[in-house]
């Protein structure tokens, strides 16, 4: 039963840090446009669905790395926030790195662009973090056996 609860919790913990990284993808790439002080206020709207858009390419993209991750964590009680964040920096580097056309032949990337890699692998550091604070400080927690309550205080004696 613990399983079945533990992986609820996954999940939610894995869609909002999926909303965490997607706000910061789409508010890093738009940000040249937030800054020009002619453009005058920006539709709400407009950002609405672009956040959205931008959830849903994250939590797409990410999902197999994340698992992977989640997986190892979960087997191995590991429950640091440093391996959190790394594993989300890798997660968003592969995420970015899916996208670009790689060439076998000299074994490198076309056309990579690096604010875009860093803006992807900061994002998957925040989504990591953000995902260790719901559910990756607990990990494994769900193998340990419960604890045995306390007996009751003994009785008062009673006068005969």
């Not at 920006?42 to 989640?70: K, M, R, W």
Request: charged share 10%.
């Amino acid at each position: 039963m613990a399983l079945i609860g533990r992986l609820f919790v996954i999940c939610f913990a894995f869609l909002f840090a999926c909303l965490v990284a997607g706000m910061i993808v789409v508010g890093a790439v738009l940000y040249p446009e937030f800054s020009d002080l002619g453009t005058g206020p920006i539709d709400q709207s407009a950002i609405n669905v672009v956040l959205g858009f931008g959830f849903i390419f994250i939590s797409g993209f990410a999902l197999l790395p994340a698992l992977i991750v989640v997986l190892i964590t979960e087997a191995f009680y590991v429950r640091g926030v440093l391996t959190y964040a790394v594993g989300g920096a890798i997660v968003g580097a592969a995420c970015y790195l899916g996208l670009i056309p790689f060439d076998p032949e000299t074994l490198h990337f076309d056309g990579i662009v690096r604010r875009h890699l860093e803006i992807m692998t900061g994002a998957g550091i925040v989504s990591g973090l953000v995902y260790w604070m719901i559910a990756g400080r607990t990990a494994g927690a769900w193998r340990e056996p419960p604890r045995p309550s306390r007996p009751p205080p003994p009785l008062p004696s009673q006068p005969l």
